[in-house]
């Protein structure tokens, strides 16, 4: 398939002449220490079949320009969806405050690569929109014949595909092409005037054909529909202090909500972590080493470049239990010294880039997990975890679990139901007593939120043993 010339995507209609950009960022951030023009043309396309007909199709194209200028500790950003210079020249005045009174330092550009992690095409335009919404109704017609027991199913699917520039005042420039899709599939099940329901999510950074393929999609109907009929055999959730095995792939969401976020530069530049200036200290059990890595092949979370034109990279946050290092935009990693590490990220070209994850997760150790689960005795198993909270400062989680079971004399045991976690993060980690061999990721449909913006990414972890953790239950 054959895709537009990225220069007529970004600045196709306009006045702006590519070769002629970095010389006018370089006007217009006169006096900063660093910053950026950032450019992006991107088109979505979403569709929801509910109740056996297609509820929702959605199209939404958008594109402008961020301004970005940075003056020591002062950020000045401006943004537009008008396409001209007299629009950056407007921005640039804005920005241009921040460097009133200012003796620049200007900061070295990023690294430059020329790796790609991901495709250039598009995956909205090879498939046509009557075979994408015949597919849905073609699942959604599956899953009912499945059980006699469905009552309801939920399918949506969407792809985005955005063409972005960085461009700065020292000449350095930047191209990316970012695919994403994703499908969700939910089912629910009645019996006995009981109703439950399951849920199964895939996605990534390909084309839309692997997402459509009926190997994916059937097997998506199986996790929904078996996650729904467990549930309907549900029992009441104990409460108490109790084991904890915790499932690989999505759980590792709990270590990206409570301690993930807790690794990120600006929150430890301002000593608003509870890791703040623990570097080689211990935060975590041994064995524990916890990755951010956002240079893994077509993940949901991964970046050939970030928002601020640094390539991704693997980062060792936690190893062996040793904090080791944070996640770093280069405004932060200026600022504490340190190298800029790929995680400069930004919802779109209206938003500032601020540190944050990209694929996150606990590697696996070497113990099976049959065996974790015998040697938990007595507590509970969680395979898939819902909705969580978390506060920043003090690390403390809440987080509801979608299926769980009873774990009795080191066997799995009745599902449970309305079960929650209750805890601290960096506690957690030190209660971490063992960990499996069967690492995995999580199957692409993670959307981390953080100061109003929210950018897709990854988790991952083995399964786990963690030891005298606080569960909510629902249990008399």
């Given amino acids: 398939m054959t895709h537009p010339d990225p220069s007529a995507l970004l600045y196709g209609g306009t006045d702006l002449d590519p ?49 970005r200028g940075l003056a020591g500790e002062k950020t000045a950003f401006a943004h537009s969806n008008v396409m001209s210079e007299a629009a950056i020249r ?8 921040a460097a009133k ?21 598009s995956p909205i335009d090879a498939t046509p929109f009557a075979e994408k919404v015949g597919l849905l109704a073609k699942i959604d017609a599956a899953a009912r014949a499945r ?16 063409a972005i520039e960085i461009v700065r005042a020292d000449g350095f420039t930047a191209r990316d092409l970012r695919p994403l899709v994703r499908m969700n599939i939910e089912i629910v099940v009645e019996a006995n005037g009981r109703r439950e329901r399951g849920y199964h999510g895939l996605g990534g950074r390909y084309d839309l054909e692997r997402l459509m393929a009926e190997e994916s999609w059937q097997r998506g109907i199986d996790i929904a529909l078996a996650q729904a009929l467990t549930n309907l055999e549900s029992v009441a959730a104990p409460a108490g ?29 301002k000593g608003q972590s509870t890791f703040s200036g623990r570097i080689g200290q211990q935060v975590a059990g041994k064995g524990v080493t916890v990755v951010d890595n956002g240079a ?45 590490t790929g995680n400069g990220r930004r919802e779109s070209y209206a938003h500032a880039p601020m540190p944050r994850m990209t694929n996150t997760f606990m590697l696996g150790g070497n113990e099976e997990p049959e065996e974790i689960i015998k040697r938990a005795g ?45 805890g601290n993060g960096p506690d957690v980690m030190t209660r971490v007593t063992a960990i499996g061999n069967d690492f995995a990721l999580d199957e692409g449909v993670g959307i981390c939120g953080k100061g109003g913006q929210s950018v897709p990414a990854g988790v991952g972890q083995p399964t786990l043993l963690a030891e005298g953790l606080t569960v909510g239950g629902t249990a008399a």
């Fill in 101 to 121: 009174g200012h003796d620049a330092i200007a900061a070295a550009p990023p690294p430059r690569t020329n790796r790609k992690i991901y495709g250039d095409e």
């Fill in 296 to 340: 893994m092949e077509s993940r949901r979370g991964s970046l050939s470049i970030d928002d601020e034109g640094t390539p991704t990279k693997e980062n060792i946050l936690i190893e062996d239990g040793i904090l080791r290092g944070y996640m770093q935009d280069r405004l932060n990693s200026r600022l504490m010294g340190v190298d800029a």
């Fill in 241 to 269: 202090e109790m084991n904890v095995v915790m499932g690989p792939g999505w759980c590792g969401v709990l270590l990206h909500e409570a301690v993930g976020h807790g690794l990120e530069g600006d929150f430890n530049r």
């Fill in 19 to 67: 070769a002629r950009l970095p010389a006018l960022v370089g006007d217009v951030l006169a006096g900063t220490d660093d910053g950026e023009l950032y450019v992006q043309n991107a088109v979505s396309e979403s569709f929801a079949f509910d109740d056996g007909r297609l509820k929702n199709a959605g199209y939404d194209h958008m594109r402008g320009f961020g301004l």
């Fill in 378 to 422: 007595n507590g509970i198993y969680a395979k898939s975890f819902g909705g969580g909270q978390v506060d920043i400062t003090s690390g403390k989680f809440v987080f509801s679990l979608t299926e769980a079971y009873k774990i009795e004399n080191g066997r799995i045991g009745a599902p449970i139901k309305g079960a929650t976690l209750i």
């Fill in 147 to 162: 059980d006699p027991r469905v009552r309801q199913v939920s399918v949506s699917m969407s792809a985005s595909w955005s």
């Fill in 90 to 97: 407007r921005a640039g005045e804005t920005v241009g405050l």
